[in-house]
């Protein structure tokens, strides 16, 4: 695949770490041994100028580049590429104070003193303008200079809201964008409710959880807010350095930014990640941060994607820590290259003296010096990236799609309903993706306006608020002879969180042949099982446990493979499955154990011949994932287990790094990983 502005970019797989250059300048002699360090760990990239408007503009209007310059040639000079960044995150305290209206509105609307990072007013015209011209600074000094590979704009937008009087005359403009007249808006809001019409635009005000609807609308402005700061700050870089490819590090996906409409703007996807490694089982640690990959290569649809930050150690703001065990850094920063990525980036090179984040983990720790385990480390995961160069244009097929969609997230997160403090939407989307994970095929995680014609198997818990665009879709892609799982609290609202009368949206009943009555909940200390129906089509037997959440249905035209066994719900339909068009669309009505996706997944992907082609099984804790082009393919073996695994291969690869033949039966270490290779050909 071509990415135009993206070729130079993945011309290789990247390996570096924030730079905090500017926190050394008064110590030349460390600055100096960094660049002899990096060498040494095999880095060819670094990130830098994240946090450094307060050198770079020191008084409002006068700028000093001279330690960037410096910073960027000496870059150069060591053949290491520059992520620079924009340093929008974190404004300087004289600005701050010149321009209060910079400064974010809390909720009960009071003006935020300066402090921390991340603390600004998307909408403050001021905020944007000084953004813009140092920007516009740094790309007219930059965009010719040989280190430049990458614009890191920003870092991590969030989505703290903003009260102040700016944001709220933004977000009533947004509200008039969408509903046109206040009697669309009082419609769709169901405003009559506890007596909530609004007369006047300038009524609205986003505080009030009883107003779903509203609060819905204000996290979807708020999320447009950044998308449109974001794209202001870009216009000045896209402007002056068109060909310099773009991306802003996205975090873990639930921090109320709709990502996949930011992922339309970048080149490339870059994110942040910082899995809890041995707190609880490393097994699900590691399925969890594959689903968060799996995402991040989603939202551009298959194109590769960049592990931007990691910690090489441990992570301060966490509570708790663990070091990594020996083998656990290769096996994390393989993970991400297995699931897409072409590099592995950290936070930090070198820890600061002082600050909040003194003792996060970094390559180059407190003790200066490359005699550290941590730098071994990272230095093995640099040698083995370089020698990885030629898999920078694979990419990994997948037919079986999550979907987790975050403005229904956002949806579910607002909902009273029965059972509220269960909801779980997207731990619930990760043990379905989990049930696949566990056969080492690739998954995509998508959200509701994802096109569902790639996939073999679409599966979408817990669909609360579906349009009715993503109900006609998902019938056409079951019509097409897709296949389609979904289960209890699917399809109630629509997109203003306007309950479905009549049962599901037509389209969406008629496609799973069923229609839901009501939601039983369970305490957490209660449980209650399912049955498999005899000769069921999935093959299933006996019976499974179920907590949380039972929907009770009926069935129309679908075929009911488990009942309930137990209350008064006895006897009423817990999996059913409908032929629709040329496909089927499954439905499971309660919240059931791991078990029971486990085997219903694995029947649902024997049927439909999707397997792993290169390995016969896979014990438990150890993923598999393929990377191929047309020439070759890349199989990446990885053991999340404290166990040695084996895991028998179907055909006779090769190391990736040392080319030497493997055999069938591959043995990894306690947290060992191992990279084959194959012609795309065989088997
Ligand atoms: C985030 C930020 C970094 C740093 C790390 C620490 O990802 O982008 O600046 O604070 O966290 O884990
Ligand atoms: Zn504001």
């Known amino acids: 695949m071509a990415y135009p502005r993206t070729q ?5 797989l990247l390996h570096g770490a924030d730079y905090n250059y500017e926190q050394w300048l008064d110590s030349p002699d460390i600055l100096a041994d960094d660049f002899r360090l990096m060498r040494l760990a095999h880095c060819n990239v670094m990130s830098v100028g994240i946090f450094s408007w307060a050198l770079l503009e020191p008084q409002n209007g006068h700028f000093d580049f001279g330690w960037l310059d410096q910073l960027m040639d000496q870059l150069a000079e060591n053949n290491i590429s520059a992520a620079l960044a924009t340093p929008s995150a974190a404004p300087p305290a004289w600005l701050s104070h010149a321009y209060p209206e910079t400064r974010r509105v809390n909720v009960q609307k009071i003006r935020q003193p300066h402090q921390r990072r991340q603390n600004f007013c998307y909408t403050s015209p001021i905020y944007r303008d000084k953004v813009a011209t140092i920007n516009r ?5 930059y965009h010719n200079h040989p280190a430049l590979l990458l614009w890191h704009v920003s870092n991590e937008y969030g989505s703290s809201a903003c009260h102040c009087d ?8 947004w509200l008039e964008a969408r509903y046109g007249d206040l009697d669309s808006l009082n419609r769709a809001w169901w405003s009559t409710f506890w007596s909530h019409r609004y007369t006047s635009w300038e009524q609205i005000e986003p505080i009030d959880p009883s107003m779903q609807a509203l609060m819905l609308d204000w996290q979807r402005f708020i999320s447009d807010q950044a998308l449109d700061f974001f794209l202001a700050e870009a216009n000045a ?3 002056i350095a068109p060909e310099i490819p773009l991306t802003t590090n996205f975090m873990q996906p639930d921090v109320g930014l709709d990502y996949w409409r930011f992922a339309e703007y970048v080149d490339v996807i870059a994110w942040d990640s910082y899995p809890r490694w041995h707190q609880d089982d490393d097994a699900i640690t590691g399925m969890r941060t594959a689903f968060y990959h799996d995402l991040h290569r989603s939202y551009k649809h298959g194109q590769p994607f960049l592990l931007i930050e990691s910690t090489p150690s441990v992570t301060n703001w966490q509570g708790v820590s663990r070091l990594k065990k020996p083998g656990m850094h290769k096996l994390a920063s393989l993970q991400a290259v297995a699931h897409g990525s072409n590099g592995v980036q950290y936070f930090q090179w070198r820890q600061s003296r002082g600050g909040e984040e003194k003792f996060h983990g970094a390559v180059v720790t407190h003790l ?45 997160q607002y909902a009273q309903l029965s059972g509220s403090v269960h909801k779980n939407y997207q731990e619930t989307c990760r043990r379905h993706y989990g049930a696949f994970w566990r056969h080492g095929l690739g998954i995509d995680v998508i959200n509701a306006r994802t096109d569902l014609t790639p996939y073999r198997v679409v599966v979408a818990p817990m669909l609360y608020s579906l349009s009715l665009e993503s109900a006609a879709r998902i019938e056409e892609f079951v019509r097409g002879g897709g296949i389609f799982v979904t289960t209890y609290l699917s399809g109630l609202v629509n997109e203003s969180d306007l309950c479905y009368l009549n049962g599901y949206p037509p389209t969406l009943r008629r496609t799973l042949g069923i229609y839901s009555e009501e939601l039983d909940s369970l305490t957490d200390q209660q449980q209650g099982s399912i049955i498999a129906c005899a000769g069921n089509s999935l093959g299933l037997q006996g019976s499974y446990q179920f907590h949380h959440y039972a929907e009770l249905i009926h069935t129309e035209s679908a075929q009911v493979l488990a009942s309930y066994n137990s209350d008064f719900y006895a006897g009423y339909p817990a999996l059913t499955v409908n032929a629709h068009g040329s496909g089927q669309a499954y439905f499971i009505s309660p919240r059931t154990e791991d078990r029971f996706l486990q085997d219903v997944y694995s ?60 055999g069938r039966m591959i043995t990894l270490l306690p947290y060992g990983s191992s990279i084959l290779t194959t012609n795309a050909d065989s088997t």
């Open 237 to 239: 870089l896209r402007q």
């Open 137 to 141: 600074a740094l790309a007219e000094r």
């Open 8 to 12: 130079k970019l993945f011309s290789k």
């Open 603 to 662: 029947s649902i992907l024997n049927r439909a011949g999707l397997h792993n082609p290169l390995i016969k099984a896979l014990p438990v804790g150890v993923s598999a994932q393929i990377r191929s082009d047309q020439d070759r393919r890349y199989l990446f073996l990885l053991n999340f287990s404290d166990q040695p695994q084996q895991v028998e291969l179907t055909a006779d690869l090769h190391d990736a790094l040392t080319a030497a033949p493997t």
């Open 166 to 173: 700016l944001c709220y005359a933004a977000f009533h403009r």
């Open 368 to 412: 200066n010096s490359e005699n550290t385990r941590v730098f071994r480390d990272v230095s093995e995961v640099g040698s083995i990236l370089e020698k990885l160069s030629d898999i920078t244009p694979t990419s990994i097929s997948a037919p079986i799609a999550i979907m987790y969609d975050f403005e229904n997230e956002w949806a579910i």
